[in-house]
């Protein structure tokens, strides 16, 4: 069904590029700049190849980047996160400090807007908001577990303890996130918890219950190495302005009150 739709699209966009029409959207580019890949593997597979990446880049950067705004959004509105509310709306209130309505509903200040809205200033600013993003992607990771990996060289995890892992060359292995995120020796026993504060390193929220720094793959949303997240640069840049223009422009609640009052308690299974 889906790939009936895309190829749909795709017929119209190439009859546009046929009458000498440019667009800027993904399937375009995919088209346009993308022939000489898909020209070379043939009709079937190349159309069969293209479907795919429209695919692929649907679930790896739009849903990705949805659900861990959604969750930012539910989290805030639950009682008990009310002071992380008031925090990021006054980061918001304070970066984009011009009125956005009139009277009669209409939108203002278009200039300003634009301004705020500027790559740089999204870049640059949003700290907080940005600890928001973090700490939604921790407790419900978007990518839970990831594609398989095949390991090169024989290796010992935790060599000399109980744990002791061997994993030899050519086996392949899946990277469970969400376990590593609710580590309770990285990040407590209140890890179901939102609180974004664990990514400022002015807060006594920053450290592993130990005292110490957290260990660097404690946290890995985007995962790592040589095949971490080509879109994570991207994803935290639309992030920060799909929530920071939400909540300045829009007042959300829950839609069934009760969530207003739930204990968070992730699953891990
Ligand atoms: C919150 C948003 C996002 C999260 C949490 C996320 C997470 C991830 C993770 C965990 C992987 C590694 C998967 C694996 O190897 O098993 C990955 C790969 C990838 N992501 Fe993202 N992603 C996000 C947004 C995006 C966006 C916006 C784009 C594109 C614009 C994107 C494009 C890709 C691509 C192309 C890969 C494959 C890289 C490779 O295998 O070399 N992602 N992403």
Same mark, same amino acid.
């Given at each position: 069904?889906?790939?009936? =739709?895309?190829?749909?699209?795709k017929?119209?966009k190439?009859?546009?590029?046929?009458?000498?029409?440019?667009g800027?959207?993904?399937?375009?580019?995919?088209?346009?700049?993308?022939?000489?890949?898909?020209?070379?593997?043939?009709?079937?597979?190349?159309?069969?190849?293209?479907?795919e990446?429209?695919?692929?880049?649907?679930?790896?950067?739009?849903?990705? *980047?949805?659900?861990?705004? /959604?969750?930012?959004?539910k989290?805030?509105?639950?009682?008990?996160y009310? #002071?992380?509310?008031?925090?990021? @709306?006054?980061?918001?209130?304070s970066? @984009?400090?011009?009125?956005?309505?009139?009277?009669?509903?209409?939108?203002?200040n278009? /200039?300003?807007?634009?301004?705020?809205?500027s790559?740089?200033?999204?870049?640059?600013?949003?700290?907080?908001?940005?600890?928001? =993003?973090?700490?939604?992607?921790?407790?419900?990771?978007?990518?839970?577990?990831? *594609?398989s990996? *095949?390991? *090169?060289?024989?290796?010992?995890?935790?060599?000399?303890?109980?744990?002791?892992?061997?994993?030899? %060359?050519?086996?392949? @292995?899946?990277?469970?996130?969400?376990?590593?995120?609710h580590d309770?020796?990285?990040?407590?026993?209140?890890?179901?918890?939102?609180?974004?504060?664990?990514?400022?390193? /002015?807060?006594?929220?920053f450290?592993?219950?130990?005292?110490k #720094?957290?260990?660097?793959?404690?946290? %890995?949303? =985007?995962?790592?190495?040589?095949?971490?997240?080509?879109?994570?640069?991207?994803?935290? /840049?639309?992030?920060?302005?799909?929530?920071?223009?939400?909540?300045?422009?829009?007042?959300?609640?829950?839609?069934?009150?009760?969530?207003?009052?739930?204990?968070?308690?992730y699953? @891990?299974?």
């Amino acid at each position: 069904m889906l790939k009936e =739709f895309i190829l749909k699209i795709k017929n119209e966009k190439m009859a546009q590029i046929k009458a000498g029409k440019v667009g800027n959207d993904l399937l375009f580019t995919l088209l346009s700049e993308g022939d000489d890949v898909y020209g070379v593997l043939g009709d079937e597979l190349g159309e069969r190849t293209l479907i795919e990446d429209v695919i692929t880049i649907y679930a790896a950067a739009v849903s990705t *980047t949805q659900i861990t705004v /959604n969750n930012i959004c539910k989290y805030i509105h639950m009682d008990r996160y009310l #002071p992380v509310k008031e925090k990021l @709306l006054a980061e918001i209130d304070s970066l @984009l400090a011009f009125e956005a309505w009139d009277a009669e509903g209409n939108a203002i200040n278009r /200039n300003s807007f634009l301004e705020a809205a500027s790559y740089e200033n999204i870049q640059e600013n949003f700290e907080y908001t940005m600890m928001c =993003f973090r700490e939604s992607m921790r407790i419900e990771p978007p990518v839970g577990f990831s *594609t398989s990996h *095949t390991v *090169t060289k024989d290796v010992v995890l935790a060599k000399g303890t109980p744990k002791e892992l061997k994993i030899n %060359a050519g086996e392949m @292995l899946h990277i469970f996130t969400k376990k590593l995120h609710h580590d309770v020796n990285q990040w407590g026993e209140n890890h179901n918890e939102f609180i974004p504060e664990r990514f400022d390193s /002015n807060s006594q929220h920053f450290k592993a219950p130990s005292g110490k #720094p957290r260990h660097p793959y404690s946290y %890995a949303p =985007f995962l790592g190495g040589h095949r971490i997240c080509l879109g994570k640069t991207f994803a935290e /840049n639309v992030a920060k302005k799909l929530i920071a223009m939400t909540l300045k422009f829009y007042a959300l609640e829950l839609a069934d009150p009760k969530l207003k009052l739930e204990t968070f308690e992730y699953e @891990l299974f």
